[in-house]
């Protein structure tokens, strides 16, 4: 993120009062729910177009000292969505165990409902590609809404892409992302696109992320270091700041100091 996207984003982003969170108990109910305890966190939306084109994405938890944070956008504005992904992003930095699409698809779909429930048509970024321009034209105000791939956004965490043109017979290690799981595969092999191709056999939503011409002594190192994320045998749970910094953690022991 550029120095000046940053600074806008900062002017939008805010930490949240008890008091203020306390307010909007009775007008928002998932919001009573974790102020009770029923709930340790929820992920709210807050608009009234009646009032003004201001909305809200609001990350509410379970505590009087730090209660949660929120986004004030206004409705249409330019880096809507990159805005709101960069929220995501300190959501997680919150809570470590949610996933930063999951939780931005969250925020959407209550901003879809929203949407809809002032007469909105809403139609899904990936959608829109398949659609001639008949098929947009509605009697409603529509509006595309701007969707992540999770694959592709993943894929970016780990740097340039390079799982395209591989070798053959040569030594790799990689990475894999189990999509349904959110689980990473650490492994070796001199045919890393074969090896996607064998498990996707089994689980279609298996991709291979990046792959590392390196020794296979590495994927032992990976997993001694990553210990602590092991599910079973190969596969590991990440949070996004540990995602970010595998690339890193692997080209250091390609090169150690």
Known sequence: MDKEFINKFDSKYFNLGFELVRSWADSYPEIKNVLRGLTNE???????????DEICFAYITYSIDNPGIILKLEYRETDFYYYLLAFCMEVVKINPMVEIIGVYNTFIHHFRTFLEANDIVTIDSSEVKGLTRGILMTPSPTVVIHTFDRKVFYRKCFGIENYRNIEENIEYVYIMMNEDEFTFKIGQSKKPKYREQTLQSKQPNIFLMKVWQCDKKIEKELHKIYKKNRIRGEWFKFNFGELCEIDKT????????
């Open 42 to 52: 929820c992920f709210a939306f807050l608009g009234d177009f009646e009032q003004s």
């Open 250 to 257: 692997i080209i250091d022991l390609i090169n150690p100091h």
